[in-house]
């Protein structure tokens, strides 16, 4: 084996290109440097990169072992939900497909989202897109009248503990809250409660009630693994620690569920008169009382829907409502509309402008609607972030002929 | 992953084949995650944010001619999009703005968080697992950053308990960084030897 001497143009570039430091190759010295496996060249070339700016700095902070430990921890946590997100990935928006959700815009560009909308009018599809570029402060002058009033709702809500004292979650630090029996509660760090408990029996079974204000939602972990997210202007009561044969929650309003298996220990939802029947699994109930109908829609899984003596058992993708005490089952459900609200959105299907409303006021906070002059008898079709202020959403809508004024929390309706 | 070059990657990715969308959303998701909770501090908000950067980069997947440049824009992306997350929770005090909004154009911040990424991305592909008896510690250490004390409580462990634990965790990744160490010094020895 013998090495050629001469530097050939090829032997030139190879070595330039060797010393090209881009992200990959000093992450890789790095790595190196951390395994104590460095070159004598590569220690060379780390310590010249490391006397430029605040290069050691970053340095410093990037081979500290807790930074990477919790770094790691964090990729580990990312990789559970990765193959599961990528059925919330849009491939096809690539190559061009009509459908294009507002998902935001670098703001480099000045420029903020744009909404297109499917705007379905009675009497025959009408399809308009209608690429909107604005500023954000200046639409949001056009129709609000004071600012900070009607923002979008967030992480609020409030607990009541079995005693009958309440911690307002917003003001509360995270952290162990307080401890219900043998179990503790935690308030974690995104908007989310967990109760932990201990494998011992209590002998007595307390009760909390976690409730959501208009405009808040929030998410609660139950001691045995089951999650639920709660939406705005909603409760659930529940067991602090599950010590009987049974799993029983009532809601009021709007939850979804993650229920953890367990098949000795049957999970039962109380909402508005119907009993959900678990069987280890995740699905969404609706069933505020301002809404014409309760609906419970199954994603995976399996569960028993029940009005007085009538049941009814609902498979995946299948949607359950309950009119006046009859069941009517939908065989393909809607998902993306009974899930936009945990996905962050407002979905709207062929919705009347009074679906509309009441959606937006239970998240906007909105006191009052009130429609002047002929009511519109179009529908909604299409996507809106809850994120956005009330004046952009309002905006969005008003591409369908139909106007709106915001005196404080009221809102008006005008054709 | 088989079957692509960086190369290929990159022209799979302007031909706008799906295979090459999911490859690149692999090599990237846990990483923009981290990157993004490391703004956040909210494993959901990081999750969305990576979501809606790589759509992004889908969308405009004409536009670019290599990795480092598809890198560097998935990124700026995401930080861009945290910033709005941040502004619209009102979790972003005022006078932090100032400071983001001028290192959001330097160059240097960019490339600080691809190198970042990097080391991270090479780091888990060697480390795989996490010492399984402190994932949950760790986890409510790091991600839901809470004190020991509140691990201790909510798991019903002593405080000692929690930093053994934790420290178990870091003599894990410390063994994980060295014992690579030691197969690739006997690597270069073998090596060396033959030639």
């Known amino acids: 084996m013998y090495r050629c001497v001469v530097d050939t143009p090829e032997d030139h570039l190879i070595r330039l290109f060797k010393n090209y430091m881009g992200p990959e190759q000093l992450a890789d010295l790095i790595h190196k440097h951390l395994k104590n496996n460095l070159s004598v060249e590569e220690r060379e070339r780390l310590e010249g990169w490391l006397k430029e700016g605040d290069n050691r700095e970053h340095f410093t902070r990037m081979t500290d072992e807790e930074y990477l430990l919790q770094g790691l921890t964090i990729l580990h946590e990312a990789e559970l939900s990765r193959e599961s997100d990528k059925s919330h990935m849009d491939w096809n928006g690539a190559s061009g497909s009509a459908r294009v959700l507002p998902m935001g815009f670098p703001i480099w560009y000045k420029v903020v989202a744009?909404?297109?909308?499917?705007?379905?009018?009675?009497?025959?599809?009408f399809y308009l897109s209608h690429n909107r570029t604005y500023n954000k402060s200046r639409t949001g002058e056009q129709i609000v009248a004071r600012k900070n009033v009607l923002l979008p709702g967030g992480n609020h809500a409030i607990l009541t503990i079995a005693g009958g004292g309440k911690i307002v979650l917003d003001n509360a630090s995270n952290g162990l809250l307080t401890k219900q029996g043998t179990t503790s509660v935690v308030k974690l760090s995104d908007g989310k409660l967990a109760y932990n408990g201990s494998t011992e029996k209590a002998s007595t079974t307390e009760y909390n009630t976690i409730s959501t204000p208009r405009g808040g939602q929030y998410q609660v972990e139950l001691p045995d693994g089951t999650n639920i997210w709660l939406n705005s202007a909603s409760s659930l009561k529940f067991p602090t620690a599950f010590n009987r044969k049974d799993r029983s929650v009532e809601l009021e309003g709007e939850a979804y569920f993650e229920v953890a298996q367990n098949a000795s220990m049957p999970f039962y939802v109380t909402a508005n008169g119907v009993r959900v029947n678990v069987l280890g699994t995740k699905f969404n109930v609706n069933a505020y009382t301002d809404e014409p109908n309760a609906?419970?829609?199954?994603?995976?899984?399996?569960?028993?829907?029940?009005?007085?003596?009538?049941?009814?058992?609902?498979?995946?993708?299948?949607?359950?409502?309950?009119?006046?005490?009859?069941?009517d089952l939908i065989k393909k459900a809607d998902l993306d509309e009974a899930m936009a609200w945990k996905n962050g959105k407002f979905h709207f299907n062929n919705a009347s402008i009074e679906t509309v409303m009441r959606q937006l006021s239970r998240w906007y906070d909105i006191e009052e609607v009130r429609y002047e002059g002929a009511r519109t008898a179009n529908t909604f079709t299409g996507d809106i972030d809850r994120d956005y202020s009330i004046s952009d959403a309002l905006k969005i809508l008003e591409l369908s002929n139909v106007h709106f004024r915001i005196e404080d929390k009221k809102i008006m309706v005008l054709p | 992953?088989?079957?692509?070059?960086?190369?290929?990657?990159?022209?799979?990715?302007?031909?706008?084949?799906?295979?090459?969308?999911e490859e690149l959303y692999d090599r990237y998701y846990n990483t923009?995650?981290?990157?993004?909770?490391?703004?956040?501090?909210?494993?959901e908000d990081a999750k969305d944010v990576a979501l809606s950067a790589l759509t992004i980069l889908?969308?405009?997947?004409?536009?670019?001619?290599s990795l480092t440049h598809i890198r560097a824009f998935l990124y700026l992306t995401a930080k861009h999009r945290c910033l709005d997350q941040l502004k619209s929770t009102h979790r972003l005090a005022e006078r932090y703005k100032k400071y983001f909004e001028t290192k959001l154009h330097d160059p240097q911040e960019t490339f600080i968080d691809q190198v970042d990424g990097e080391l991270f991305r090479i780091l888990y592909k060697s480390i795989q697992q996490l010492p399984p008896q402190s994932k949950n510690v760790i986890k409510l250490l790091y991600i839901d950053e809470l004190k020991y004390q509140e691990v201790a409580d909510l798991l019903h462990l002593t405080v000692k308990n929690v930093y053994n634990?934790?420290?178990?965790?870091?003599?894990?990744?410390?063994e994980s960084l060295s014992s690579l160490s030691l197969l690739s010094l006997l690597y270069t020895m073998v090596f060396s030897f033959f030639y």
């Open chain 1, 295 to 327: 609906k419970i829609t199954l994603l995976q899984g399996s569960v028993k829907v029940q009005v007085d003596q009538a049941g009814s058992l609902l498979k995946p993708g299948q949607q359950a409502r309950v009119v006046a005490g009859k069941i």
């Open chain 2, 58 to 65: 889908f969308k405009k997947h004409k536009d670019f001619n």
């Open chain 2, 1 to 21: 992953m088989p079957g692509y070059s960086d190369s290929e990657l990159v022209e799979g990715f302007l031909n706008g084949e799906k295979k090459a969308f």
């Open chain 2, 32 to 43: 923009i995650v981290r990157f993004c909770f490391s703004m956040t501090k909210n494993m």
């Open chain 2, 165 to 174: 634990m934790r420290n178990y965790a870091l003599k894990k990744l410390r």
């Open chain 1, 114 to 125: 744009a909404a297109i909308i499917l705007l379905l009018f009675v009497g025959g599809y």
